[in-house]
């Protein structure tokens, strides 16, 4: 990171009151892409992953039973959609910071955007999430200031 972003990374962490301090460490990428260029595993690679449940997420919306967040070690967070009448689809979300006590609050946004397109492409759920971001990549310091993270 820059010098201008090591500022904006502190301004966050100070204005969110977060500490990396022995709890974890944060690596926010430059840019995030849109949710529907996340990558997606078949149920087999999914199987085949050492992972640690995290949280369940209740249903969102008709046709959506739920949806369980994983975190794997060398790839970060999968959440694992559930579909009343479709199967599962298992899809990655970043993580920025240390599971160690749960997932932290900007992971999760994430993964609900992550979670907003996947119902949004197998059940044609509108959620408002999605209608704000850009089509393509979004610059983190943007992003956090979308999800209200930042000024």
Not at 1 to 28: E, P, W
Not at 45 to 50: G, V
Not at 56 to 83: K, Q
Not at 127 to 137: V, Y
Request: with cysteine.
């Amino acid at each position: 990171m820059g010098r201008s972003a090591d500022r904006f990374y502190l301004n966050v962490l100070q204005m969110n009151d977060h500490s990396t301090g022995s709890t974890g460490y944060r690596a926010f990428p430059e840019f995030i892409a849109h949710p529907a260029q996340a990558r997606r595993f078949t149920p087999e690679e999914f199987a085949s992953t050492h992972k640690t449940k995290v949280q369940d997420a209740p249903s969102a919306c008709a046709g959506h039973a739920g949806t369980v967040i994983w975190y794997v070690e060398a790839i970060g967070y999968i959440l694992e959609i559930r579909f009343d009448s479709h199967p599962s689809t298992y899809v990655h979300s970043i993580c920025t910071f240390s599971p160690r006590f749960g997932m932290d609050m900007i992971d999760g946004e994430f993964a609900q955007d992550v979670e907003a397109w996947a119902l949004r492409e197998i059940l044609g759920y509108e959620s408002p999430r999605l209608a704000t971001l850009p089509a393509g990549e979004i610059p983190i310091e943007q992003y956090l200031r979308l999800r209200g993270y930042a000024k």
